[in-house]
């Protein structure tokens, strides 16, 4: 199974601050929006990450990210030349599949929950048709909603609904197995010239396909394409790093605890901030006891 991160898009619900920086970029606190999603493919144990961006913003993201090899990865680098849909980040990176299962974040999505992870694998074990993660919100209007039967079973997606046929909606974040390339190549532009995701969805569905998992109480989605959005993930973020003395989205953490560098390779990693509160953090870890929820992932 492989990963996909899209942070393309013009982002323009956030100008003027993203006329000469993609949204994907902006700190959300104390790290780059990207390392968000990014981390969320990485607590599901993916190591071989597509970043799809535009032409401008693809070079930027490989200064920030290089090849994934500092934290035990593989990351490699497409252009979407223009935005054509979310949809269309699997023709973009159908070499990348090469017929493989994929999982896709949206870049400017954030997820926090104990839960989370084994959410991912229980997905990704699966590996047949299509997972989705539908969150429950205060304005489904807003957002693709699952409409389920009475058995509770999902019978559509509909789009920005004026009466919303339930609160679950669609969040960034899917797993596809290996037909979502060929499913896509069958997809046209919608009235609004994209490749909607959510067509791409309703295939899975109408073959029976399509498993909902719905996040659990205590789990967060944020979207932070918004300013208002953007400032409410920095404050959440904030509230928990301060409350909890952890770092939400350390990919440098993530992979120590995972087995994929060594203590040697995070004294190093930690060595490249010799100040400020992010080196400190991971030099912290360190010195920790294998214990309790300290305990390194084998």
């Not at 974040?105 to 229980?122: I, K, M, Q, T, Y």
């Not at 389920?148 to 974040?173: C, H, M, Q, W």
Request: include cysteine; proline fraction near 5%; hydrophobic fraction near 40%.
């Amino acid at each position: 199974m492989k990963g996909i991160v899209l942070a393309g898009g013009q982002g323009t619900r956030l100008h003027p601050v993203t006329r000469v920086l993609c949204k994907q970029l902006l700190p959300v606190y104390d790290k780059p929006m990207i390392y968000y999603p990014l981390t969320t493919l990485m607590l599901a144990g993916l190591r071989d990450v597509l970043v799809i961006s535009t032409p401008e913003d693809t070079p930027r993201f490989e200064a920030l990210l290089g090849d994934g090899d500092r934290w035990g990865m593989r990351l490699r680098y497409a252009v979407q030349d223009a935005p054509r849909g979310l949809a269309d980040a699997f023709r973009v990176g159908a070499e990348f599949l090469d017929g493989d299962g994929c999982t896709m974040v949206l870049g400017d999505n954030l997820f926090f929950g104990a839960d989370l992870s084994a959410l991912l694998c229980e997905a990704l074990a699966a590996n047949t048709g299509a997972t989705i993660f539908a969150s429950q919100v205060r304005d489904p209007e807003r957002f693709g909603v699952i409409e389920f039967d009475a058995a509770d079973n999902p019978v559509a997606i509909v789009e920005k609904p004026a009466v919303a046929p339930s609160r679950y909606a669609v969040t960034g974040l899917y797993v596809y197995d290996g037909n979502v390339t060929r499913y896509a190549a069958d997809l046209r532009p919608s009235a609004r010239g994209e490749l909607e995701i959510s067509e791409l969805n309703q295939r899975y569905l109408d073959e029976r396909a399509l498993t909902v998992c719905r996040l659990p109480r205590g789990m967060a989605w944020l979207d932070a394409g918004t300013h208002d959005s953007l400032l409410e993930a920095a404050q959440f973020v904030q509230t928990i790093e301060h409350r909890q003395a952890i770092k939400i989205a350390c990919p440098e953490e993530i992979s120590w605890r995972a087995g994929w560098i060594d203590d040697d390779r995070l004294r190093g990693l930690a060595d490249a901030y010799p100040k400020g509160a992010y080196g400190d953090y991971l030099r912290a870890l360190l010195h920790e006891t294998p214990s309790g929820e300290g305990d390194r992932a084998s």
